[in-house]
């Protein structure tokens, strides 16, 4: 059986990996797919946040990591995927998540969504409050990987930010 992880991954949180890392034990093939959202102004490119993940589940065999555009439920079906992850930080999170899979459940009533409760260290971390510290010279050592801090830290370094 084969999942999909989507998101926006800008950047890759321990939240992140946390999903990852547990959700890959419960399917045969995981895809994390980075949406790409031509709407949003990204700290990170998509071949950058790929690049990163890459190297972050280099060592879980049955992630493979992608990019998309457009629906979900699209990529889902052209990669053969019946269920969808979604991690789940809050109570508002449900809200708006439990919406998305309704409307997904709507247009391929054959996809499945499974929500995923963070680690409780993780409850209140985002890719966006990590990118708010990184760029005014906080200490987020500990909400991502080593390999998305040094990225961080270029790209505040160069004023990318």
Same mark, same amino acid.
């Given at each position: 059986?084969?999942?999909?992880?989507?998101? !926006?991954?800008?950047?890759?949180?321990?939240?992140?990996?946390?999903?990852?890392? %547990?959700?890959?034990?419960?399917?045969?093939? *995981?895809?994390?797919?980075? *949406?790409?959202?031509?709407?949003?102004?990204?700290?990170?490119? $998509?071949?950058?946040?790929?690049?990163?993940?890459?190297?972050?589940?280099?060592?879980?065999?049955? $992630?493979?990591?992608? !990019?998309?555009?457009?629906?979900? $439920?699209?990529?889902?079906?052209?990669?053969?995927?019946?269920?969808?992850? %979604?991690?789940? %930080?809050?109570?508002?999170?449900?809200?708006?998540?439990?919406?998305?899979?309704?409307?997904?459940?709507?247009?391929?009533?054959?996809?499945?969504? *499974?929500?995923?409760?963070?680690?409780?260290?993780?409850?209140?971390?985002? !890719? !966006?409050?990590?990118?708010?510290?990184?760029?005014?010279?906080?200490?987020?050592?500990?909400?991502?990987?080593?390999? $998305?801090?040094? %990225?961080?830290?270029?790209?505040?370094?160069?004023?990318?930010?």
């Amino acid at each position: 059986m084969k999942a999909v992880y989507p998101g !926006s991954f800008d950047p890759p949180t321990n939240g992140h990996l946390d999903i990852i890392t %547990r959700a890959s034990k419960l399917t045969d093939n *995981l895809i994390v797919a980075v *949406l790409n959202n031509p709407s949003k102004k990204p700290m990170f490119t $998509v071949d950058e946040k790929i690049e990163m993940l890459k190297e972050l589940t280099k060592d879980i065999p049955n $992630v493979k990591v992608a !990019s998309f555009s457009g629906l979900l $439920v699209d990529f889902c079906k052209q990669n053969d995927c019946k269920i969808i992850i %979604r991690g789940l %930080r809050a109570l508002t999170d449900f809200e708006y998540e439990f919406q998305i899979a309704l409307t997904n459940k709507t247009m391929d009533k054959d996809i499945e969504t *499974l929500f995923m409760p963070t680690d409780t260290q993780n409850l209140w971390l985002s !890719s !966006s409050v990590v990118k708010e510290i990184a760029t005014f010279g906080g200490k987020y050592d500990a909400m991502v990987p080593k390999i $998305v801090k040094d %990225r961080l830290e270029e790209k505040v370094n160069k004023g990318e930010c």
